[in-house]
């Protein structure tokens, strides 16, 4: 199986920062990595897919790059709807795993 | 609109089964590749199982192989999980997903219903 890494786990940060969510993948996915957020109690909403596609309807502060085993999610100016949690998905081969989370709170 | 309604969680012993099902509506259900995700209290997301658009293939995460079965009937447009053996750690809210593209495989999960809990406890 193919192990999805994030980091960090956590990060506080302020409405406006620029932020910025790692993700390592075990083995080469080419570019077969997604991106969603989720806030307490929501169904997981797609961001990025294709490593670098933003999903129709998401703002364009969100955007996604990298490619093979190293990935980024950028969040250009922090707006307090952002804080939510974070979690990266290779599609490239079954089963289709997810990071652990990375957990975006107010500082 | 898309919409997943999730059906069929509850309390039940370990050892024991129960029949998840996911409602779909707002699209050709036939055409889409479906997907059972879990998530533990308080923990991350974890993908269960997908089906083809027109449920030739099925594919399952080791820890549900062969206690898991996907299934779904594309004239009800309802997606399915059997889950028999059930165990402790198998508690967690499960949530259908769709395909993001019709077909194909390899796509991203662009609508997920709001899950359904299911609590494996004596």
């Known amino acids: 199986d193919i192990q999805m890494t994030q980091s960090p786990s956590s990060l506080s940060a302020s409405v406006g920062d620029r932020v910025t969510i790692t993700c390592r993948a075990s083995?080469?996915?080419?570019?077969?990595l997604n991106w969603y957020q989720q806030k307490p109690g929501k169904a997981p909403k797609v961001l990025i897919y294709?490593?670098?596609s933003l999903q129709s309807g998401v703002p364009s502060r969100f955007s996604g790059s990298g490619s093979g085993t190293d990935f980024t999610l950028t969040i250009s100016s922090l707006q307090p709807e952002d804080f939510a949690t974070y979690s990266c998905?290779?599609?490239?081969?079954?089963?289709?795993?997810f990071g652990q989370g990375t957990k975006l709170e107010i500082k | 609109q898309v919409q997943l309604v999730e059906s069929g969680g509850g309390v039940v012993q370990p050892g024991r089964s129960l029949r998840l099902s996911c409602a779909a509506s707002?699209?050709?259900?036939?055409?889409?590749?479906m997907h059972w995700v879990r998530q533990a209290p308080g923990k991350g997301l974890e993908w269960v199982a997908v089906?083809?658009?027109?449920?030739?293939?099925?594919y399952y995460a080791e820890f549900v192989k062969g206690r898991f079965t996907i299934s779904r009937d594309n004239s009800k447009s309802t997606l399915y999980l059997q889950m028999n053996s059930l165990r402790a750690e198998d508690t967690a809210v499960y949530s259908c997903?769709?395909?993001?593209?019709?077909?194909?495989?390899?796509?991203?999960?662009?609508?997920w219903g709001q899950g359904t809990l299911v609590t494996v406890s004596s």
């Open positions: 997903a769709r395909d993001q593209f019709p077909w194909g495989s390899r796509h991203a999960f662009d609508y």
């Open positions: 707002g699209f050709t259900f036939s055409s889409y590749a």
């Open positions: 089906i083809s658009f027109d449920g030739t293939n099925n």
């Open positions: 083995q080469t996915i080419s570019s077969y």
């Open positions: 294709a490593a670098s």
């Open positions: 998905q290779q599609s490239y081969s079954t089963p289709y795993t």
